[in-house]
């Protein structure tokens, strides 16, 4: 059964959320405590985390940060009343999945949490497709897992779907729009700054690994091309 944590300090929206969830087959731990939720992530695995951006002891992006050492690649979802754009570019940059604005209807939140859910499961299936290497990168497509030159870097499955998108055919320019079909394969639309954020995310963590490594270039107007 797959198991989700969700983490809000307001109970009115907390408690439906938990039953909304569980009736549709999922075996939810509901926190209202950021706290108390970290505690619990470091003793237990979960397969995804909705967490609330703005909570009193830890919001969720120190929440998010905490737990990444223990699960690099764990699905997250942000919930936030905040609407403006900019924090939605420090969720995707530091690794989230989705963010979606309070309120929301229940048809969204299940049909996000399942799409997120998908993308994630398709690094579990095994095709026996080839590695994807592009120069001193490969990308292992069954695993979701990247190496530059012989060091791992560590992508989300979101990342890594967009670095394997312009890895299938160096040198060519991938708009944003087609950056986005790629990574987000379900019916969702999202910004081209959240597209803009999960590439600005890849640049720094494979400089991280490697500091010269420059790799991506921005095709001013159009979108981005990964150097072969």
């Not at 969830?21 to 706290?35: K, M, N, P, R």
């Amino acid at each position: 059964m797959t198991q989700i944590i969700i983490v809000d300090d307001e109970v009115e929206i907390l408690a439906p959320l938990e039953q909304m969830l569980t009736q549709e087959g999922y075996h939810v731990s509901a926190f209202s405590s950021s706290l108390a939720a970290q505690a619990h992530l470091q003793q237990h695995s979960v397969d995804l985390a909705i967490f609330d951006i703005k909570m009193p002891e830890m919001d969720g992006f120190s929440l998010l940060k905490s737990v990444r050492a223990k699960m690099p690649n764990l699905p997250i979802i942000f919930l936030s009343s905040k609407a403006e754009e900019q924090d939605q570019i420090i969720g995707f940059t530091l690794g989230a999945d989705d963010y979606i604005t309070k309120p929301f209807s229940k048809h969204l939140l299940l049909f996000r949490v399942a799409a997120v859910l998908r993308r994630h499961s398709v690094g579990a299936v095994t095709n026996l497709d080839a590695p994807v290497r592009a120069g001193q990168l490969t990308i292992d497509q069954d695993r979701h897992l990247v190496t530059w030159a012989t060091m791992a870097v560590d992508l989300t499955v979101t990342e890594c779907l967009l670095l394997l998108a312009m890895a299938q055919r160096p040198g060519v320019v991938k708009t944003r729009n087609q950056l986005m079909d790629a990574a987000y394969r379900e019916a969702i639309y999202v910004s081209d700054r959240t597209i803009d954020s999960h590439i600005r995310n890849i640049r720094q963590k494979l400089k991280a690994v490697d500091p010269t490594c420059d790799i991506i270039s921005t095709v001013h107007g159009l979108g981005y091309r990964l150097q072969g």
